[in-house]
């Protein structure tokens, strides 16, 4: 599981990085706001670690933003600012967590674990994309009231692509939440989308999974249409 940290102070955010990295996480590291939001678009992540004071964009407007640009990805924040405001403002901005600093790092690995658990639930239910629905609990697809059969690879592929509707995965990022890995090639992630593609938008005058040329690929519906 890949763990993003926005926290610009090194030695806070290397001191975190070598203990997730103890607990079995791969962590990426953005020194400030606009980097975390730019990692962030380009990457899916189980959980992202979000300091409020942050130079060029501050941790609240990255929460906000992140969340206008529907990325649901669990966010603890982080930070020396405790005050009950200070968290109320956090949370409402969309956080999902608060660990004030300095913490016990035992407690924030519990945290984060907390997250992820409580994303794996909430993820269980019906995502809606047009006329696409995938039920995430029992892994049935239907386009237009019609079962489409899928393989196990095809359907984690499918679901990582509406769980992050309208955003463009990167084959690298595919590789990483579909294959579990970075060893395999890209050419790989281009068959298995052709061949998504042709159960899921064969047959459809509206086309569901889009290319963009250079960066990867996107489940998105019609223009003006909102799932």
Partial sequence: MRILVIEDEAPIAAVIR???????Y?????T?????????AEQVYGVILLDLMLPRVDGWTVCETLRARRIS?????????????D????????????????????????????????????????????DLEIDTDSAR???AGEEVRLTRREYTLLEALAANEGRVLSREAIQERVWM??????????????????????????????????????LRPPDGERS
């Fill in 26 to 30: 791969t962590v990426d590291v953005a």
């Fill in 141 to 143: 697809v239907t386009r």
């Fill in 73 to 85: 990805t669990p966010i603890l924040m982080l930070t020396a600012r405790d005050a009950v405001p």
């Fill in 87 to 130: 968290r109320v403002k956090g949370l409402e901005a969309g956080a999902d967590d608060y660990l004030p600093k300095p913490f016990d790092f035992t407690e924030l690995v519990a945290r984060v674990r907390a997250l992820l658990r409580r994303d794996k639930l909430h993820k269980t239910r019906v995502i809606r994309v047009a």
């Fill in 181 to 218: 890995d970075s060893e395999s090639f890209s050419n790989t992630v281009d068959v298995h989308v052709g061949l998504l593609r042709k159960k899921i938008d064969a047959g459809h005058a509206v086309k569901l999974i889009h290319t963009v040329h250079g960066v990867g690929y996107s």
């Fill in 32 to 40: 400030d706001g606009a980097m975390g939001l730019e990692r962030a």
């Fill in 18 to 24: 070598r203990g997730l990295e103890r607990a079995g």
